[in-house]
């Protein structure tokens, strides 16, 4: 996707509502100094342009019973598009699998996960990653902590 064109107001309506999602349609108008309606409208046109992709809610792993998270990095024997692009939609499929980035470097994929116990952790890559012939290894990182870096827009 191209970048957009966007203006100031579409700028800042971005901002709060990438602090807050829940943000009601008042408040925005509110803190925007517009209509109800124009702000509606511009929230949905930025939704239909493609600009926000979705909205969503993070839950905590640990609270539901998934403390430990790990990034598993994986390496391919080779890279035909066909059986790159056959990996990366079964990884994207795998139980407990939060997020899946197609690399460039000495790694193909990067996996970040959450799961119950390193049992979990080492049966994700028995058997749902070294299974597939494309794969020639992977490595485990622990991830100690998780921290939101400001994002694209300024705050």
Known sequence: ???AQLDEIDLELLAILTRDAETTNK???HRLGLAESTCAHRVRALRE???IRDTRIRVDGTALGFPLQA???VRLANHTGAKVTALFDALAGVPRV???FHVAGVDDFLL???VEDATALRDIVLEH???HPVVR???TQLVFELRDGPGVLPR
């Open 98 to 100: 939060l997020q899946v």
């Open 112 to 114: 970040h996960v959450a």
């Open 49 to 51: 342009r493609g600009v």
């Open 137 to 139: 290894g992977t490595e």
């Open 27 to 29: 408040a925005l108008a």
């Open 1 to 3: 996707m191209a970048k």
């Open 129 to 131: 990653i070294t299974v």
């Open 71 to 73: 990034i598993i990095k």
